[in-house]
């Protein structure tokens, strides 16, 4: 018997039960852990600004009582939002070359307002087409963790993975059917919460030995969101406006503040 060899064993069976997410997951708890066993942690706090990138919903189109169709189309596919945020954590300095940071982030883009076009009808000849709206809005919470390239002191690049939880939720569904000539379906708020991922480099530049300034990209998914269950004429109808990924390009500029340095 080998207790050592039975337990190596087992580990790696865990281990490769594990999924890519959960392995993730794992990675970032042990940053955390390797933070907590320093007797003197350097705190940093980080604000960031920047813009985001994301997708504007998805066609759609179903019949949900009779033979009315009615197809959602975005105008446009992309949108521009600002973007704000910030960053609690400590960095630890693991060699001359190398220097680890974890933490826990915040970021919310500002409300994201699809539009688009509303065809329907029975068949070409009796279909009408109006406009649609709706608003999004996502809260972001991530465990991050960065490493930083530290060879040069004044400019610093990193590489940023987080994974967290996104808070969504789909609301103030409008549309320019006029309410005494036709049906249509009216779509209620709907909120829901996500896994989520952002990656992405960056670099930040020592302005002192306590103050930087930084760049960094993300690419970033914020899960599924759809709005609540609909009415047409009061009647309710399982049919919802759903975007499957909200994914986003975003460029971030941050202010970071370190109160205290160690040697």
């Known amino acids: 018997m080998n207790p050592g060899h039975d337990i190596k064993q087992t580990g ?83 060699s001359s070359s190398w220097k680890l940071m974890a933490g826990l982030g915040y970021y919310q883009p500002s409300v994201l307002a699809t539009t688009g076009a509303l065809t329907q009808g029975a068949d070409p000849m009796s279909d009408n087409t109006y406009r649609y709206r709706y608003q999004t809005q996502s809260r972001q919470l991530l465990a991050e963790g960065k490493l930083y390239w530290i060879e040069k002191e004044k400019t610093q690049p990193f590489l940023m993975v987080g994974l967290g939880a996104a808070f969504n939720q789909m609301y103030n569904y409008q549309t320019s059917v006029p309410p005494f000539l036709e049906f249509t379906p009216v779509f209620t708020r709907h909120a829901q919460t996500h896994f989520t991922y952002a990656i992405g480099p960056g670099i930040d530049i020592s302005v002192s030995q306590s103050f930087r300034i930084g760049m960094a990209y993300r690419f970033t998914d914020l899960g599924s969101v759809k709005t609540g269950r609909a009415q047409i004429d009061g009647i309710p109808i399982s049919s919802a406006l759903k975007q499957s990924h909200v994914y986003a390009n975003q460029i971030l500029f941050q202010f970071t503040f370190i109160p205290w340095t160690r040697n």
Request: glycine share 8%.
């Open 12 to 94: 790696v069976r865990l281990i490769k039960g594990l999924s890519v997410k959960q392995c993730l997951l794992l990675f970032l708890i042990l940053l955390f852990e390797s933070n907590r066993s320093f007797a003197l942690l350097q705190p940093v706090f980080t604000f960031t600004a920047g813009a985001s990138l994301s997708q504007l919903g998805q066609s759609q189109a179903f019949a949900p009582l009779d033979l009315c169709t009615y197809r959602y189309k975005p105008q446009g596919s992309n949108s521009t939002n600002s973007l704000w945020g910030g960053f609690v954590g400590s960095e630890v300095k693991h």
